[in-house]
């Protein structure tokens, strides 16, 4: 059992836009399917139960980059975009949020029936999952949130969600069933959350023993058990800021979509003829197609992609986010009818990135980006919740022209 890592999640309010929901709901199916066709169901549950490319996926597809409405409306998008395709695409999203997450049983029951699966161990996986990170987890927090992915072969992987209301933050529990040898020995893929100490946990492996288990750890090097967790430090504030951005790995996107000899020959890999804002887009959900582990240590950079719900790092630019996606289904279209140059493109695409990156060794000045992109939201409509595009955004009083957003290249 490895588990993936942990990280913060401050609580957020409010509700997603309609004209937001509707594209996140288009993209995430996209973004899945092309995922599907690549490595198949089991490679999407995969990523499904890795926190630090869930969050990632969430900034992609425009939502407020640290927060924790990124599980809610993700799984939510998911649900909506690939169920009524179930049966093509081999998986199913069952559960959700609040009363949503009881129905989770009856979804199940649904699905094996016409999958010819036993309905059985899929409900006990449900229902155990939930009540060990509620009950048998004393951390504090307490699910709201219950997502249950499964495939047509009985694979399946958990997202579920915990609050706690007095230092308000959220924890993500992640969980898949390729991982899972006992649900009473260390059966999480992750546990995503803001740190609170010593926690209680009487499903990991060392309860069965605890004594020899802390004099196991206590022999080890400290380097030894550090190694062991990954961990993802969503910070408090709300904007997008350079401390919290790969500035290097953004420094080849930005170099790949406004180098002319770069954004060439990514148009070419495509087989379509592309501007450079709609280059930025693809060149990111690219990578969270095709995009290893290591990659999302940083999911704000993803948020470049189509910024942010809330106006940070920018209004999402919905003649962009159209367009992306519009490249990734005509992709997806012409590989059912057996053509999948422009789906290959995507790969190729992700392949060139990290080339630039390795041999330009191209830094984005991250503030000057998102001055960059605030001063062309206007032209690509861009929007947020509750106003459209404000001139408060712009912090240095330059025009887009100015700005050099990769001086070093």
Not at 217 to 242: K, N
Not at 271 to 286: H, N
């Amino acid at each position: 059992m490895k588990r993936s890592g942990s990280a913060e999640l401050p609580l957020h309010g409010g509700r997603v836009p309609v004209w937001l929901a509707q594209r996140m709901t288009a993209l995430g199916t996209a973004l899945s399917e092309a995922i599907i066709l690549d490595s198949g169901v089991p490679g999407l549950l995969t990523r499904l139960s890795d926190p630090h490319w869930f969050q990632a996926l969430g900034c992609v597809m425009g939502m407020d980059w640290h927060s924790s409405g990124i599980t809610t409306s993700v799984i939510g998008a998911l649900k909506r975009g690939l169920n009524p395709r179930s049966q093509e695409l081999g998986i199913m999203v069952c559960g959700g949020r609040g009363r949503h997450s009881r129905r989770t049983p009856e979804e199940l029951e649904t699905f094996a029936a016409a999958r010819g699966l036993a309905p059985e161990p899929l409900v006990r996986a449900s229902r155990l999952t939930a009540r060990i990170d509620n009950n048998a987890i004393a951390d504090g927090y307490q699910l709201y949130l219950h997502g249950f992915f499964v495939a047509a072969s009985g694979e399946w992987a958990v997202v579920q969600q915990g609050m706690n209301a007095a230092c308000r933050s959220a924890r993500r529990y992640h969980w898949h069933s390729a991982s899972v040898r006992s649900f009473t020995a260390d059966p999480h893929a992750a546990i995503a959350g803001e740190p609170q100490g010593i926690l209680m946990n009487l499903v990991d492996a060392g309860a069965q023993a605890a004594q020899a288990a802390l004099l196991a750890i206590v022999r080890q090097p400290p380097a030894a058990t550090l190694q062991q967790a990954r961990h993802l430090t969503m910070p408090a504030h709300h904007d997008v800021r350079p401390a919290d951005v790969d500035a290097r790995r953004l420094g080849a996107v930005l170099a790949l979509a406004y180098e002319r000899e770069f954004r060439d020959f990514a148009s070419l890999l495509l087989l379509e003829t592309l501007g450079p804002r709609t280059l930025q887009s693809l060149a990111l959900m690219a990578e969270v197609i095709h995009g290893t582990p290591v990659r999302f240590t940083d999911p704000a950079r993803f948020s470049f992609a189509h910024g942010g719900k809330d106006g940070h790092p920018f209004p999402v630019p919905l003649k962009t986010y159209d367009a992306s996606l519009d490249v990734l289904r005509r992709a997806l279209n012409q590989a059912k009818l057996g053509h999948g140059e422009k789906l290959d493109g995507f790969r190729r695409l992700d392949a060139l990135t990290r080339w630039v990156e390795a041999q330009s060794k191209p830094e984005a000045d991250v503030a000057a980006a998102i001055d960059h992109e605030r001063a062309i939201s206007p032209s690509l409509d861009g929007r947020m919740v509750g106003q459209p595009f404000a001139n408060k955004f712009t912090r240095s009083g330059k025009s887009s022209a100015q700005l050099s957003m990769f001086p070093g290249l």
